[in-house]
């Protein structure tokens, strides 16, 4: 099915669309396993092959698809090492960032954080997980901000793609919004004190959840995971 999507003159037709195909990858729209086809992607947003073929080298890049020479673009399945290895990275950079946030952030800082705590609650109390998950991104992504360092997101994002599988079908019951906005408000409490201790011990207790929850994730979902190393 051809859709004529208003895609933003602003920004490349190759990144809303990698944009659009991760989004459905991380909420598994489209499974783990799945043969991609740039025909058919490109007919379904009305573009050339081009800018899929693009969308498709930057997805590879993020481990979300593989793309095999002869044989097509296919959905990675999940790797338990990958998110492993993600979260381990992740966690080395955000402290980092969170402790010089802790110390350079300013009242506006605070009141934005807690605007998108309130909206992450009202997410979750309708259900709206993808709302709550970019709002999720928000916060973490405001950190990068208050220390004015944007490239410090892009690596955030790129290392966390695999991770955000597990994230979404964690969201149900096994890593519930609850548990994370209560979180996520231990966090802001270290900021708003000013104290990068507690802020970093926070941001250690929020992403270290996610060893646990891969290792349930895995056992439910054996076929959309990679056998173990």
């Known amino acids: ?60 890049e993020t481990g979300l698809v593989q793309i095999l020479p ?18 381990f990275i992740r966690e080395a950079v955000e402290i980092a960032i969170i402790r010089r946030a802790a110390l350079a952030v300013t009242p506006e800082h605070l009141m934005q954080l807690k605007h998108n705590l309130h909206r992450q609650e009202l997410a979750a109390s309708n259900k709206r997980i993808k709302e709550f998950l970019e709002l999720d991104d928000e916060f973490h992504r405001t950190f990068t901000q208050i220390i004015n360092c944007p ?29 994370l906005i209560e979180q996520h408000y231990k966090i802001y409490n270290g900021l708003e004190k000013r104290d990068p201790d507690a802020a970093e011990a926070a941001m250690k207790q929020h992403l270290g959840e996610m060893i646990s929850t891969v290792t349930t994730i895995s056992q439910r979902n054996t076929d959309w995971f990679e056998a173990d190393e």
């Open 1 to 60: 099915m051809t859709i004529a999507y208003p895609f933003a003159t602003s920004e490349p037709v190759n990144q809303q669309i990698y944009r659009l195909l991760r989004q459905e990858i991380v909420d598994c729209t489209i499974r783990p396993g799945t043969l991609l086809s740039e025909k058919e992607i490109s007919t379904r947003f009305n573009v050339s092959r081009q800018p899929v073929r693009e969308a498709f080298i930057k997805l590879s």
């Open 70 to 87: 002869q044989r097509g673009t296919f959905v990675m399945k999940i790797s338990a090492k990958r998110v492993s290895d993600g979260r």
């Open 151 to 179: 490239m410090a997101w892009e690596t955030i994002e790129t290392i966390k793609a695999t991770m955000d599988r597990v994230r979404f079908m964690s969201l149900a019951d096994v890593s519930p919004p609850e548990s």
